[in-house]
């Protein structure tokens, strides 16, 4: 994997991230290790104010879209606590087998870690329009159904289309991303 090209110059305004597995490992399919993920992004929202626009998890990768005034460092901060801790759930329960996939997939300049969960990067993209925001929520949303995991979106348990359809979601989103 090369270093992606893409990146946050404007910390406040609403970015579209992909953050996905080193791998594609399907880690999110252990309902611990994506209470872990909320619980993050529970944490930076109140926080670090990080605004969540539109999330959707499945089993190797998180979308969304969210905006904060020390964004980048934020987003670094929360793969790197959220990395840490799901090594260390992984670690308790001996999970031997995925243990060595992510030291084997461990990338070589990454002197600092014995494991790698996430793909570097996260291909940012910022969202400078009505017509980008919508079409990025609905990528979002649509992607557990594409996938065939669900029929509609708002069936999807780890996902803001739950928040659009009027439902109790598990993250707080906004739906306005001209007001922050």
Known sequence: MTRTRYEIYINEQPHFLTMTVFDWIPLFINPDIVSTILASMRFVQKERQVAFYAYVIVEHHLYLIASASEFRKTMKDFKSFTARTIIDYLEGR??????????????????????????????????????????????????????????????????????????????????DWRNQ
């Open 94 to 175: 001996t999970a031997v087998y995925l243990l060595d996939k992510l030291r084997d997939a461990k990338l070589p300049h990454k002197t600092k870690s014995k494991y790698q969960i996430w793909q570097e990067g996260s291909h940012p993209e910022e969202i400078h329009s009505e017509k980008m925001f919508l079409q990025k929520i609905a990528y979002i949303h649509n992607n557990p159904v594409r996938r065939g995991y669900v029929e509609k979106p708002k069936c999807r348990r780890y996902s803001s289309a739950r928040n659009n359809e009027g439902l109790e979601g598990l993250i707080e989103v906004k739906t």
